[in-house]
């Protein structure tokens, strides 16, 4: 079973930046892709970026250009840069990690964007 465990989240103004980070453990075999996914008030749950386990990186749309997604394999560790943070990326961001005995998720941390 792996666990995750995040950090970082906040309250940000509009056009500030945060950085989160997601550090896994556990028996990880059969590791796929590590990544985010966020959740807003209201809102199903959406994929915010991802990186598997050949480097592959993918984003959401609505991300592109502000969010990026970075994993240091050594530490077990996912990070998740935002810049140009806008309103409508407040939510609970959720870390994930694929792998072959199925998906841990992490508990998720709050960011909240004002305007």
């Known amino acids: 079973q792996v666990q995750l465990v995040e950090s970082g989240g906040g309250l940000v103004q509009a056009g500030g930046s945060l950085s989160l980070s997601c550090t896994a453990s556990?028996?990880?075999?059969?590791?796929?892709?590590m990544g985010w996914h966020r959740q807003a008030p209201g809102k199903q749950r959406e994929l915010v970026a991802t990186?598997?386990?050949?480097?592959?990186?993918n984003y959401a749309d609505s991300v592109k250009g502000r969010f990026t997604i970075s994993r240091d394999n050594a530490k077990n560790t996912v990070y998740l840069q935002i810049n140009s943070l806008k309103p409508e990326d407040t939510a609970v961001y959720y870390c994930?990690?694929?792998?072959?005995?199925?998906?841990?998720w992490g508990q998720g941390t709050q960011v909240t964007v004002s305007s």
């Open positions: 994930y990690l694929s792998y072959m005995a199925g998906t841990g």
């Open positions: 556990g028996s990880i075999f059969g590791f796929n892709a």
């Open positions: 990186v598997t386990r050949g480097g592959n990186i």
